[in-house]
């Protein structure tokens, strides 16, 4: 379906084209009718003047050439004629006319008459023609003819200098279109911009800052996002309060596991039974959470204040152990993600490094391509591409000699996956060991 943008723009060429053509129309039609009266007003002045040099030479009509001065009447096909006929039928008429003659109105009235006939070798002319009687009693038909050519090219002579005239307004008819189109959509662009805005501000919009037929809908607009935040809100909560409803009754099962071990019961199986379950809950209601959040909220993260916050946190551990954590990140980078979202997988691949380095962790975030791209890279072991794909599927843990229950990277592939973002593992250039490659797509980017 076409975008208002695009029928308004189209609507526009469209309105201003046809007002244009019936403009070009309407005014090619009055040059027209201009010129032509013109035409017939120069005929009749030509035939005036053949009328009177006439009546001085009745008696002699074969000088009748000396009195009429137009070179053009010399000139054989010259395209402009004149022609007298005596009332016993004899013809004198202008050299140009080269022995042809011009044909007469049968039916011709006393005031004379002014048709198109053909003339000289077939050529289309415009003929005036009338019977005058001079004071000797003589009766002449007297014509006077031109060709139309004369009259076509002198129209389209018009037209053409009208042309250029027509295409600028036609210019000008699409420019104004365009700036309508951009008033227009002003209030449009301003709502879109207010409701990304106002949905973290839990602000509603003034239907009074907008045109009163963009008000309705504004109205309309402030109880969805009403709606909306109630969703989220409550979505998250009831993740929270199922969190906490199922945590306590595992914690009560790890104490009682405690205890029954400190008694000399072996309880590792329950033990790791139990993590994998509160694991498994951590990655559902992480999933619940984000992806309630990824479609309903317009939620805007600083990710370099969070990835300096996590380093700062991971630093202590790193230094705890004897380790070193490796910050490259680029100055601002904005997102548009729950910040709680993307600090679990930035914490669960930071986590995951720690785990396996030896000695260095290198974490790094940048722009590229309108993409933001997070790499975490440690000098470990690494795994084979097979091991890769085994390590992003739920619990799928490759050492058990290291604690932990093989659902880190999955639930980081599944808070990504919620914002249409990736998760993709390789091997580091820098260290040697596994890259874990977060690619954060332009739309979910913010620009500052």
């Known amino acids: 379906m076409l975008s208002l943008r695009q029928r308004a723009l189209l609507g526009g060429i469209a309105s201003g084209a046809v007002s244009v053509a019936i403009g070009t129309i309407a005014v090619f039609s009055i040059i027209d009718t201009r010129i032509s009266a013109q035409f017939d007003k120069t005929l009749e002045d030509r035939h005036t003047q053949v009328v009177v040099a006439l009546s001085t030479t009745t008696q002699n009509p074969a000088a009748l050439g000396n009195f009429l001065y137009d070179p053009a009447y010399g000139v054989p096909f010259s395209g402009r004629y004149w022609q007298v006929t005596s009332s016993e039928g004899e013809i004198f008429a202008s050299a140009s006319l080269f022995d042809e003659v011009i044909a007469e109105p049968g039916n011709s009235a006393e005031g004379g008459v002014i048709w198109n006939t053909p003339g000289p070798d077939e050529e289309l002319v415009r003929s005036a023609y009338q019977k005058i009687t001079y004071e000797d009693g003589t009766v002449w038909g007297v014509s006077v003819a031109e060709s139309q050519l004369q009259l076509i090219a002198e129209r389209r002579s018009a037209q053409r200098s009208l042309l250029p005239v027509f295409a600028l307004v036609g210019v000008i008819g699409i420019a104004g279109s365009l700036l309508l189109l951009s008033a227009i959509r002003r209030p449009l662009q301003k709502l879109q911009a207010d409701v990304a805005q106002r949905w973290d501000s839990e602000e509603d919009l003034k239907p009074t800052d907008y045109p009163d037929e963009v008000a309705p809908l504004v ?98 551990v790193a230094e705890r152990e004897g380790k070193e954590l490796e910050v490259d990140c680029a100055a601002t980078l904005w997102v548009r993600m729950d910040a709680q979202d993307i600090e679990e997988v930035i914490g669960n691949l930071l986590d995951n490094a720690f785990k396996w380095s030896r000695q260095k962790v290198i974490l790094t975030a940048q722009y590229k391509d309108g993409d933001i791209e997070l790499r975490v890279e440690d000098d470990g072991p690494g795994i084979s591409e097979k091991e890769m794909r085994e390590a992003l599927r739920s619990g799928g843990r490759l050492d058990t000699s290291v604690a932990g229950t093989g659902l880190g990277l999955p639930i980081a592939v599944d808070l990504l996956s919620a914002y249409g973002a990736k998760l993709t593992l390789g091997s580091s250039e820098k260290l040697g060991g596994l890259e874990s490659l977060v690619v954060l797509p332009a739309r979910q980017v913010i620009r500052p």
Do not use: W, Y
């Open 219 to 316: 109205e309309d607009l402030n109880q969805l996002l009403q709606r909306n935040r109630d969703i989220v809100s409550g979505s998250r909560r009831q993740a929270a309060d199922l969190a906490h409803a199922l945590k306590t009754p595992a914690s009560i099962l790890r104490n009682e596991l405690m205890t029954l071990s400190q008694e000399g019961a072996s309880t590792s199986v329950a033990q790791e039974a139990v993590d994998r379950i509160e694991a498994q809950l951590a990655r559902s209601l992480a999933r619940m959470r984000a992806a309630n959040t990824a479609e309903l909220t317009h939620s805007r993260t600083n990710l370099t204040h969070s990835i300096q916050r996590l380093a700062k946190l991971f630093s202590i």
